[in-house]
């Protein structure tokens, strides 16, 4: 999760004036399965990856967690609110994963932990992570690509689907 | 949970795909976006030679990519006849908003008619009549005779005064020059009416009189500007949400230094910093917060006014400016009259202006040196913007005044880095010829609803019952009214048309009210109309209009309208066909020659017939020409061609600070309509001219100094304060005890009527909020999101509590105009000395209606502000 990191590290003003997320992108070289064009037929859903993103045990309250779902090419975070929140799963219903990629313009969000918020510095849209993603305030006309979780028995966190179109791909799977 | 779309992937626009220009229809800014369309049964692909972009689609795009759309751009509508895939995205090359979309823009796509994925599908389709008890379609032609039967028999009784009308002025949808001119050639041509208000006040008149009056039009200055300003000073308008990307993409980079560079460039030899910005709100919102996080809170002066007290501190910075000695003599001298008598008769001290707006002496003396105060020796270059918080605020015409006075006297007008402009709502689009007639004060068309004059209400784009003041009587009346014609109509069989007609005027006659609504989609106000007649909106006709900075652009069309829905310039012309076929049947010939030149066919036809025969400039500009100037068009007045070059003696060569002048402009100065002496019933348009040469626009309106009057001099005003002046204020704010400050949100700005059928606004906000002082909603025993009630002797409305600590106790916020509870029930029917409401100042009593509803349990009450790091 090195390059998550980074991205929030570069900062928003670096991030304003380039392409700076373009460059950390690509930095990854992450290949991915590619599906055959022709051999399977046309289903009417992308075929999300079931991928383990953490344990429970590697989660702290409030603290967020970054990883990248459905590919690493795609960052998010893990939180455990502390709080039962609708669709929050693992036992106390109170983990939640989300892009950290704005839909507005594609600018990594930053957590303020104040207030369980994920924050865009490009144009100053409000997330928040204890109502689904909606949006308080801002430029996006979609609410934060939130991931479906599930938790074993062991406590391993997987995520294995989005629910909104997750910015910079016309395809959530690629 | 918040809403999602459960959409994992979009349709790839393929390489060959149609492109349209388009420019937002929404509000004043006019972002520039594409519509791109293809084959419903095509897609592209993810290899560069697959895709519009050029780019390979199976890699992740980098932030601000063009080759990325989110959901809400994407639809499937009808062009010609067929279903085709559209994506409507903004355009990276479009000066304006460099690709910027907002929240309401970027929604263009979703919020378009579909049938195939049930989008909009409000939208009228059909001509509607009052039939066996409700509204059922018709033709045209039906709809068309029953609406001039009736119209001609009120004419015939009461003559023009009997025809009331409520009519859009502006651009964008439910406007542009094609429809203004349509609208306007019938009521103001082929008739005379003055019983006439337009779509958000109660009268036929400008909001913005009194910098009019001085000789300064109001949109006089060129987005760039506030790139270049040392000192923007915001005067009620909240621009991050209601001049969105104009605030994100010339604002911003002020703020942060990043137009340094440019400052340099266009205006070496005078030290340069990173803007200051002063912004005089009641209320902390949004914009104040953001500009405190991009220029830090030392170079952020907000004044946090007692409400509707503007007036006073304008008049004691231009006192204490004056004291100074850091007014501009130069300019006063040569572009300006009556320097010293307004100065003299506005005199206010600093600590008279701070007892009255409830300010410290420090603070407008800081203010004063931020706007004025010379640089190194060079002239303060600042900025002055204003919206409805001044314009539907106290005193509107001289607060208006007093602020221009302030930009006049720091030399701030026709100068790179100032301007004194209002920020703007829609777009412009007023093509129309005289409304000398009207008069001024205009007619109070709301009263004389009220009041039970006139016989038939001819309504345009307008939607009182949302959008007025004094609403709640205004609807109680509307509907007494109205409901007597209904009851007129349903004694008889609909297609007897001469009982019919006998039977609406007997109830006419009786104090009853026919209407006919003109609209996109069945209104709040169209619950009590007649007819409803369909029109179509932009992108599904080809549309003009300019911008804040007087940018004009074409929208072309993109889309088939809607069933039989038409351009409302169209329905205008077949309206007038179908009055002259009546008035002439019944032998009057001489009124029937009225209704000719309305052979239009197209709205082309009628941009050609108004706009380009008519408006200064016009002369230049054509479908053609604009279609080839793509988004970025060009900034009116047109002086000439490119291949050409100015036509008119001594108009400039469009250089950056050149002098302007010469016939051509003269007349547009300043964005008041100027007509042309030619006859307004000219037979047909004249056959387009085919050429796409560039036309040359205008930057700046007063670069030469010479302002809108006849010895090109503007006028300083004498503005003295005078309190609340809108009869009744004061008492209201005696005997209520909550200020009900009101306004705009981002989500919903300029298209609350389509919103109200977007699941993504209205999960949102499904009633309108209203912002409180958590101590106040405890005072109430008020939980977030509580619907209560608030009233006052105008009448009652609801809305859901907003707690909102940075809010001063006993003074709430609330949304504006919204369907699910109207702002506009409480307002009283106050108005200014030219007929100008006062939203604002309004005092309310609150109390619980109920807990959260369902729909609101699950939504955020954290605050909207981004935290500062």
């Known amino acids: 999760m090195e390059r998550c990191n980074r991205l929030v590290d570069v900062g928003r003003r670096q991030f304003l004036r380039g392409s700076a997320f373009a460059a950390a992108g690509a930095a990854a070289a992450v290949s991915l399965p590619v599906t055959p064009a022709r051999a399977a037929p046309g289903l009417a859903l992308v075929e999300y990856p079931s991928n383990r993103l953490a344990n429970i045990a590697d989660l702290k309250p409030n603290e967020p967690l970054d990883v990248g779902y459905p590919d690493d090419n795609a960052p998010g975070v893990l939180l455990k609110l502390g709080t039962r929140v609708e669709g929050g799963a693992g036992p106390d219903g109170d983990i939640v994963g989300f892009s950290t990629v704005c839909p507005h313009k594609g600018f990594p969000l930053n957590y303020n932990a104040e207030d369980r918020t994920l924050n865009c510095p490009g144009h100053y849209s409000r997330f928040d992570c204890e109502a689904g993603g909606l949006q308080i305030w801002g430029q996006a006309t979609q609410n934060l690509p939130q991931y479906q979780l599930r938790v074993d028995k062991k406590g391993d966190i997987f995520a294995e689907g989005l629910d909104e179109l997750i910015y910079g791909r016309l395809s959530n799977v690629l | 949970m918040a809403y999602k779309r459960q959409i994992d992937r979009l349709p790839i626009i393929p390489a060959d795909a149609k492109v349209h220009n388009v420019v937002c229809h929404y509000c004043i800014v006019g972002c520039g976006y594409h519509a791109y369309t293809w084959d419903v049964n095509r897609q592209g692909g993810t290899a560069p030679d697959q895709n519009v972009f050029g780019v390979d689609l199976s890699q992740q795009q980098e932030a601000e990519t063009p080759a990325w759309y989110s959901p809400s751009m994407y639809n499937i509508v009808k062009q010609d006849g067929k279903d085709v895939h559209i994506v409507i995205k903004p355009d990276t090359e479009c000066v304006v908003n460099s690709g910027l979309g907002s929240i309401r823009g970027a929604r263009m796509a979703e919020m378009s008619f579909s049938r195939a994925r049930n989008t909009q599908l409000q939208r009228l389709t059909d001509p509607m009549v009052w039939r066996y008890g409700q509204m059922q379609p018709t033709s045209w032609d039906d709809a068309l005779d029953l609406v001039a039967r009736v119209t001609a028999a009120v004419i015939k009784e009461q003559g023009d005064d009997g025809v009331l009308v409520s009519a859009f002025d502006h651009g964008g949808a439910g406007g542009g020059y094609e429809n203004t001119w349509g609208t306007g050639k019938l009521y103001f041509g082929a008739m005379k009416v003055k019983n006439i208000r337009i779509h958000n006040r109660p009268a036929y008149n400008s909001e913005v009189h009194a910098t009019r009056d001085m000789g300064v039009g109001e949109l006089n200055n060129c987005y760039e500007d506030a790139e270049l300003a040392d000192t923007i000073m915001v005067v009620g308008a909240n621009p991050l949400e209601t001049q969105t990307n104009y ?50 809170k030392d170079r952020v002066l907000h004044l946090a006014i007692n409400s509707g007290t503007d007036l006073a501190l304008f008049n004691a910075l231009l006192t204490y400016i004056a004291e100074q000695g850091w007014t501009d003599r130069e300019f006063i001298a040569a572009s300006t009259n009556d320097f010293d008598k307004a100065l003299a008769g506005n005199r206010t001290t600093l600590e008279q202006a701070a007892e009255i707006t409830g300010l410290t002496v420090e603070q407008i003396k800081q203010a004063a ?162 007819v409803w007649l369909p029109a179509a909106t932009s992108g599904e006709m080809n549309l003009t209009s300019m911008n804040g900075e007087r940018r004009m652009r074409l929208t072309e069309r993109y889309m088939d309208p809607p069933g039989q829905s038409m351009p409302d310039c169209l329905i205008a012309a077949r309206l007038a066909n179908n009055l002259e076929r009546v008035f002439r049947e019944a032998g009057d010939t001489a009124v029937a020659d009225q209704f000719k030149g309305f052979d239009w066919k197209s709205e082309e036809d009628a941009f050609m017939d108004g706009y380009h025969q008519h408006e200064k400039g016009g002369e230049f500009v054509t479908y053609a020409r604009l279609r080839a100037m793509g988004t970025n068009g060009f900034q009116e007045p047109a002086t000439g061609l490119e291949t050409t070059g100015p036509v008119a003696a001594g108009t400039s060569t469009g250089e950056p600070g050149e002098v302007l002048g010469g016939p051509t402009i003269e007349g547009a100065r300043g964005k008041e309509p100027v007509q042309e002496a030619a006859p307004t019933n000219a037979g047909a348009a004249p056959t387009p001219p085919a050429g796409s040469e560039r036309i040359v626009g205008t930057k700046r309106l007063y670069a030469d100094g010479k302002f809108n009057k006849e010895d090109g001099k503007a006028v300083f005003m004498e503005t003295q304060w005078r309190g609340l002046q809108a009869a009744g204020k004061q008492a209201e704010k005696d005997k209520f005890a909550f200020l009900i400050n009101n306004g705009r949100t981002n989500h919903v700005w300029q298209s609350a009527y389509l919103d109200q059928q977007n699941e993504l606004v209205m999960d949102r906000w499904p009633y309108p909020f209203i912002e409180m002082h958590p101590a106040d909603m405890e005072e109430l025993s008020l939980k977030q999101g509580d619907l209560v009630e608030i009233y006052n002797d105008n009448g009652s409305t609801q809305a859901a509590v907003y707690p909102t600590p940075t809010a001063k106790r006993k003074e709430t916020f609330m949304l504006f105009a919204y369907p699910t509870g109207v702002q506009g029930n409480v307002v009283s029917a106050g108005v200014n000395e030219f007929i100008i409401p006062n939203y604002k100042q309004t005092w309310a009593n609150i109390r619980k209606i109920s807990d959260a509803p369902e729909s609101v349990k699950h939504l955020s009450f954290k605050s909207q502000e981004y935290p500062a790091t």
């Open chain 2, 247 to 296: 605030f994100l993409n010339h604002w911003i980079p002020n703020l942060r230094g990043t137009s340094t560079e440019k400052k340099n460039a266009e205006l070496p030899d005078e030290p340069h910093e990173p803007a200051r910005v002063i912004i005089v709100d009641p209320r902390r919102t949004v914009t104040v917060n953001v500009c405190e996080v991009e220029a830090g």
């Open chain 2, 369 to 530: 040196a931020w706007i004025a105060e010379p640089k190194e020796g060079k002239r303060r270059r600042t900025m002055f913007a204003y919206e409805k918080g001044l314009i539907w605020g106290n005193d509107n015409y001289r607060t208006n005044g007093a602020l221009v006075n302030l930009a006049l006297a720091t030399g701030n007008i026709g100068r790179p880095g100032g301007g004194c402009v209002r920020l703007g709502g829609h777009q412009e689009g007023y093509s129309r010829p005289s409304d000398a007639h009207v008069g001024r004060p205009a007619a109070y068309v709301d009263q004389l609803l009220i009041q039970g004059k006139g016989g038939v209400h001819h309504i345009w784009g307008c939607d009182h019952y949302k959008t007025t003041l004094n609403a709640h009587e205004f609807k109680r009346r509307y509907k007494e009214r109205t409901d007597m014609v209904k009851d007129a109509m349903s004694s008889v069989p609909y297609g007897d048309r001469q009982a019919t007609v006998d039977a609406i005027m007997g109830a006419i006659r009786e104090g009853g009210l026919f209407s006919v609504d003109v609209d996109i989609i069945p209104t709040k106000i169209g619950q009590a109309s007649h």
